[in-house]
């Protein structure tokens, strides 16, 4: 089972490149988010999705863009990479309903020069 | 105050010790809350699931207070393995978690 897929696993980029990170689920969960984590700290929501074509921002939105045009993917968007987005990056999905947990992926590894 | 809020550790244990974490929230809405697991640079896996009263999964055990809004992990015989970050998360559309609480089990 491939559960969730993120790619890439590491990616290095120049201050003021744009990226995407993707990300895809086969078990058709609803629900999609994207986390980042900074060294010693926990982790914090980007953006979420409750469904296709339905988006929202978390916690730490800014720099960041999402869509959902379909079920299985959320790609995260970098506009213009800066120095602050250096981290780790975690998609994660679940089923609706509120008793349902998140399953994540293996992550990206980010650094911004 | 955050959503979720976590002692912040880190807890530093010998082999065989019990050791409790708390986790508060203040979203009441939230019906279930989780307690994920995260190794070093690896994602977080889910640990436990928490609905009602609390339940019980071999050493652990989880317990949630609904009028105090905490919800609690017990680790009963620390074993090395154990050693890890423990991260305490509600459910609901925002899906917020604690910083997450750091485990040292030392032989």
């Known amino acids: 089972n491939a559960g969730v897929t993120q790619t890439p696993k590491f990616q290095v980029l120049k201050t003021g490149q744009s990226m995407t990170l993707q990300c895809a689920q086969d078990m058709n969960h609803e629900y999609m988010s994207w986390y980042r984590q900074d060294p010693g700290m926990g982790l914090r929501l980007i953006h979420y999705?409750?469904?296709?074509?339905?988006?929202d921002q978390g916690e730490v939105p800014n720099g960041y863009n999402v869509s959902r045009s379909t079920t299985e993917d959320f790609p995260l968007r970098l506009l213009s990479a800066a120095p602050s987005q250096t981290s780790v990056y975690f998609c994660a999905s679940r089923q609706t309903g509120d008793r349902s947990p998140l399953h994540f992926g293996n992550g990206t590894r980010l650094t911004v020069t | 105050r955050k959503e979720v809020e976590q002692d912040p550790g880190p807890f530093n244990v010998p082999e065989g010790a019990t050791v409790a974490f708390n986790c508060t929230y203040s979203?009441?809405?939230?019906?279930?809350f989780f307690w994920y697991r995260q190794d070093c640079r690896k994602e977080p896996k889910l640990l436990m699931s928490?609905?009602?009263s609390g339940n019980e999964d071999g050493r652990f055990t989880a317990q949630l207070n609904r009028a105090s809004q905490y919800i609690s992990l017990l680790i009963r015989d620390s074993k090395l393995s154990d050693s890890a970050t423990y991260l305490c998360v509600g459910g609901g559309f925002k899906t917020i978690f604690g910083a997450g609480t750091r485990l040292f089990v030392k032989a």
């Open positions: 999705s409750v469904g296709a074509g339905i988006t």
């Open positions: 979203n009441s809405a939230s019906q279930s």
């Open positions: 928490v609905y009602s």
